[in-house]
């Protein structure tokens, strides 16, 4: 299950503004006490596998969600990111997926060349690589 929160960025400034002006303590317990429904902008409750969706039948059942945009426009980002993260992701790879906002061939490839780079032909001092990497 997942659950996708949007907060509502009106209602945030406000305490946020109201926080920068000292007011911590009375805003603080305002601030828990806003229901749900007034906080986030979009609250969504989506059953998915996101490894389920490599096969075909169940990428077209789940298709309608990418149009309805039930994570607010960002399903591709989310569903890759969790699905890699769910076998296991090295805190490197994290930190380019942190980077790059999702996985896709040329964030895996990008990732793997500088891999290979690193071990087969490392840097001296003062050198640098400038990569182009072409995902096709
Ligand atoms: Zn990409």
Redesign the pocket.
Known sequence: MYIYLEVNQDVLRTYLDREAAGNVDVDFKAFLNIPADVLFYRISRVNIKPTALIEAANAEAWDHNFADKVFGGNEFRILTISAVWSKGMSNVFANAVEL?N?I?P??TSGYFIARYLDENFPLGEDESYIVWAVPP
Do not use: P, Q
């Open positions: 790059h999702h896709c040329g964030l």
